[in-house]
């Protein structure tokens, strides 16, 4: 049973920043599958933003250099911070995690990047 409610979305514009928050009802301290997605209007959803196993960050290519994942063991929450933003990452960002070989999405938050 874990929960996962993001946080953070809203309206910007290009260039602008925005920080995204991800709150789990477990503890995510041995949580190595734990990352952020997303999934635009007509697209797939894919990984922005994740944690590897060996607790390094791995990011996709769109985002270097402006967007940096980040985690707060104590508190059970990983952040997104989104800078420079473009009207091409508009998307619904979702969180997620494996905890027990099943995999958990929190219901998404949307961010919108005006031109």
């Known amino acids: 049973q874990v929960q996962l409610v993001e946080s953070g979305g809203g309206l910007v514009q290009a260039g602008g920043s925005l920080r995204l928050s991800c709150a789990a009802s477990?503890?995510?301290?041995?949580?190595?599958?734990l990352g952020w997605y997303r999934q635009a209007p007509g697209k797939q959803r894919d990984l922005v933003a994740g944690?590897?196993?060996?607790?390094?960050?791995i990011y996709a290519d769109s985002v270097k250099g402006r967007f940096t994942i980040s985690r707060d063991n104590a508190k059970n929450t990983v952040y997104l911070q989104m800078n420079s933003l473009k009207p091409e990452d508009t998307a619904v960002y979702y969180c997620s995690l494996t905890w027990y070989g099943v995999g958990y999405w929190g219901k998404g938050t949307l961010v919108t990047v005006s031109s």
């Open positions: 477990i503890s995510i301290f041995n949580i190595n599958d």
């Open positions: 944690f590897t196993s060996g607790g390094n960050t």
